[in-house]
């Protein structure tokens, strides 16, 4: 068993059994691919993949039970790497961080710019991706550090910290009629078209929760993926916005102003989330706590050891 045909098999699952897409992921031939496939069976007296002809249509029990092996073997390979890079250079290497449009537009400047000051050796890698793009990312070792509001706190394989509570609030071209509304109320919101996020990022689903609650169906004429396109289009008078209340700057916003009213949507609470099992080089433990300084290297090591088991 080699290390190739432990990603063959952990890249097999992920492409929904295609041959041809594992190829092209792991920069090879189909042929290869099924011999290492044909070869591992082999040596294990197992079949792997349940088959029609030559197509593979899912894992066999034995399958099932060898995956969560490699995930692990995996894992630990990474570990490795890290764990040697961390004693021979401190200070240098990658940090690769996953979060979102939001995240990293309006709350991870400061905190990316401390870093690099600290750290100007380390190659920091920001991926911009949706939260469910960013759990994939942590699951595969791909990032260290995901930052989002969604999506992670409800993965078993990341253990997730609070960084910071933001809310919604609503903007509006200046003169526009909303501003005169006192108290603004959702009913009041819901005369007028809305522009806001797109389902499943930033909140949405709060927004959304909101409106069913009090009866009410908004008229959301366009949902996009960051602050930036909405107020654009709130600018431009296409609907009334809703956004994330770190979004919104009051002296760079000229187009657009906030309509004064307590927050409709309540709170959320944005995540820092890194994989259990994951090494993370000293640096990496400092840029979490730069996020929050009540995240210290111990607090973060503590919550990613498991808890013990009751006799």
């Given amino acids: 068993m080699n290390f190739q045909q432990l990603r063959i098999i952990r890249e097999t699952v992920r492409q929904n059994f295609n041959l041809t897409e594992v190829a092209n992921a ?13 070869d591992l069976e082999d040596e294990l007296g197992v079949e792997l993949f349940v088959r029609k002809g030559k197509r593979f249509l899912g894992l066999t029990d034995p399958g099932k039970e060898l995956l969560t092996i490699v995930e692990r073997m995996l894992l630990d390979a990474g570990n490795v790497k890290r764990l040697a890079e961390q004693f021979s250079q401190r200070d240098q290497g990658q940090l690769t961080i996953a979060t979102t449009h939001t995240q990293a537009r309006y709350a991870l400047p400061k905190v990316v710019t ?15 991706a949706s939260p469910d793009e960013l759990v994939r990312l942590l699951l595969d070792g791909q990032a260290d550090i995901g930052i989002a509001t969604e999506a992670i706190s409800a993965v078993p394989e990341l253990v997730s910290f609070p960084y910071y509570r933001w809310h919604h609030t609503v903007i509006a071209p200046p003169g526009h009629p909303l501003h005169g509304v006192k108290p603004l ?58 956004v994330a209340s770190m979004a919104v700057d009051a002296q760079r916003d000229q187009g657009v102003a906030e309509v004064d009213s307590v927050p409709l949507f309540g709170h959320q609470t944005s995540r820092i989330a890194v994989r259990r099992g994951h090494y993370l080089r000293s640096y990496a433990y400092r840029f979490i ?5 009540e995240l210290d290297e111990t607090t973060v090591c503590q919550a990613l050891v498991p808890a013990a088991q009751p006799d």
């Fill in 185 to 242: 109320t959702l009913e009041a919101l819901a005369d007028y078209p809305l522009v806001t996020y797109h389902e499943g990022f930033t909140g949405r689903a709060q927004i959304d929760r909101a409106f069913a609650e009090a009866g009410l169906v908004p008229d959301v004429v366009m949902a996009a993926l960051d602050a930036d396109v909405i107020k654009t289009y709130v600018e431009l008078e296409m609907g009334v916005g809703i």
């Fill in 26 to 38: 792991l920069f090879t031939s189909q042929s290869g691919v099924s011999k290492h496939i044909k």
């Fill in 114 to 128: 401390a870093f690099k000051q600290a750290f100007p050796k380390v190659h920091l890698v920001l991926l911009q």
């Fill in 289 to 293: 706590e730069l996020c929050s300084a």
